[in-house]
């Protein structure tokens, strides 16, 4: 069916086999991603707007043994009320004024595969009764049809609220949470795993430059990462996505910097310090501060990836002569002072 064929080409998704952050920040999350992803049962990827949960649930998808089927996105937030039931069940043709033909609902097409429940705290409480029953028998209704349909489907839930307190309030039902929260995942905010920022800058500046058609990948500045560091990030990992494809197109071939990103307002001042003259450092004792910051967030690493050296923008000889000179111990020297 031309239907079947043009949605699918916008939901199916596989995995790459990478996620940026899985030997830093999102380790723990990638420990639990991988043991649950050999199961069938139900997952609950929880955590703020922007943190990468469609990215997390690829990943528990491509490594199923389901990876082969489909992974269908749905998000419950977008979908009008009234078009509901027709969007994730289906229906029948002369269901309803303008049902001109059958059309198969995203439970129905994920069959064999992953359904992805974005946004799952928007449902309203009647589609949650019926999503309830998928749950529990694994069958559907079309719209407008009298026959049940059996669905083979590995259900991935997310959602940024907080799903407990909701049942509180009577807003979610009780019975559809404990289905959903089978096995829960947390993912932490980018504010929480700065470390995986270098590696994240990189990527993006890889994909967005090819976007924009730019003949040649650009280079950061020196230092170029020190805001990126010092910023809360609010919208996370895709507001990061925003700044830096803001200062691709305001690059113009030159190396990229972000002192010219204009900052939201109520975070500006978020990433600066407020020293007072009493405690102010020498040059020395700052440098050295900010190295030591460096070698926490990158774990010791001082060259390629990720590492120190990138994070601020020199080259890796001139950190170590200048660890040196700072006296700064790292490596077998840290070890010799335990």
């Given at each position: 069916m031309a239907d079947d064929l043009r949605y699918l080409q916008g939901r199916l998704q596989h995995?790459?086999?990478d996620v940026i952050g899985e030997d830093f920040g999102l380790k723990e999350v990638m420990e639990m991603v991988r043991e649950v992803a050999p199961l069938d049962s139900p997952v609950l990827l929880q955590g703020e707007t922007g943190v990468g949960k469609e990215i997390i649930a690829n990943a528990i998808h491509g490594l199923s043994r389901r990876k082969n089927g489909p992974f269908i996105q749905v998000n419950c937030g977008a979908i009008p009320e009234t078009l509901?039931?027709?969007?994730?069940?289906g229906h029948e043709k002369g269901a309803f004024t303008g049902a001109i033909s059958q059309k198969r609902g995203c439970f129905e097409r994920a069959d064999g595969g992953t359904i992805f429940l974005d946004e799952v705290g928007e449902l309203p409480l009647q589609a949650q009764v019926r999503m309830l029953r998928v749950l529990q028998d694994k069958n559907i209704h079309r719209v407008g049809g009298t026959s049940q349909i059996k669905v083979d489907i590995r259900i991935i839930a997310a959602t940024h609220q907080n799903l407990h307190d909701m049942v509180k309030r009577r807003l979610f039902r009780d019975d559809l949470w404990f289905r959903l929260n089978?096995?829960?995942?947390?993912?932490?905010?980018?504010r929480d795993r700065k470390e995986d920022i270098p590696a994240l800058v990189d990527h993006f500046v890889?994909?967005?430059?090819?976007?924009?058609q730019m003949p040649l990948l650009p280079k950061l500045a020196p230092g170029a990462m020190a805001p990126l560091m010092g910023y809360a990030w609010p919208g996370n990992v895709r507001e990061l996505e925003n700044v830096i494809e803001r200062a691709l197109i305001l690059s113009k071939g030159r190396p990229l910097t972000f002192d010219s990103i204009v900052w939201p307002n109520d975070n500006e001042d978020q990433g600066k310090l407020t020293t007072r003259k009493d405690d102010f450092s020498s040059l020395d004792d700052a440098v050295s501060k900010h190295i030591q910051q460096a070698l926490e967030m990158t774990k010791g690493k001082i060259h390629g990836s990720a590492g120190a050296a990138q994070l601020?923008?020199?080259?890796?000889?001139t950190l170590r002569h200048r660890m040196r000179k700072l006296r700064i111990p790292h490596g077998r020297q840290k070890q010799k002072g335990t």
């Open positions: 995995f790459s086999g509901i039931d027709s969007e994730l069940f089978v096995f829960p995942i947390l993912i932490p905010p980018l890889e994909i967005r430059s090819k976007e924009l601020l923008g020199i080259n890796p000889s």
